[in-house]
């Protein structure tokens, strides 16, 4: 069977989410989900993955990571890897576009917000 | 011990190298490892990863990768996937700036060229 690969654009794709907090898996590597999502004006609690590391990739826009050691600006084009473990939060002010990639299965409304959903 | 995050912006890191086929770590998730390489006007053989997939996201550039099925333009901004055992080949003309993610281990000079070196 032949297996067609597909090119993704992260901001065309990004841009055709017509909701928030909805996380639209775009690939699959190794077992870990590629997503975008759009977020406005949100900060999640305090939270940790135990199983999984997680990459925040900000596609447009900007956010703070915060750790209980750090508070980081992430801008456009600039990702940061939180290893599985490290307590964080994202702190998010306007709308911003995010590539997020961690092991499938990592993510829920416990860590991602009531408002979380997966396509 | 305090574990101090980084934010990495990709077009400064690929800019940062200064010779063609270096791959630069600048990340780890769950196993995979994120470079950085500049290629140039470069074709490979063909040839499969038996045990990973393969992103190949276009920083900056463009480039042609082509399976025994397809031949797929990936522009700047844009990614593809190559599951575990697709052969393929990436062609470049040009000047192209790539963020490459696949299982630690996984790149040699067998698969990425004689020029390949980690750093």
Known sequence: MKQLLEVK?????????????????????????FNVVQVADRTLDFHVHPHSD???YVIE????LETRDQQIKVGSGEFVIVPKGVEHRPVVTGLTKFLM?????????ENSG??????
């Open 9 to 33: 654009n992260l901001l065309h794709e990004a841009d055709q989410m017509d909701s928030l907090y909805t996380y639209k898996k775009i690939g699959l590597l190794n077992g870990n989900i």
């Open 54 to 56: 997680e990459l925040f």
């Open 101 to 109: 990639v961690e092991q499938v299965g990592t993510l829920n409304k």
């Open 61 to 64: 826009g900007e956010f703070m």
């Open 114 to 119: 009531n408002s979380y959903k997966q396509i």
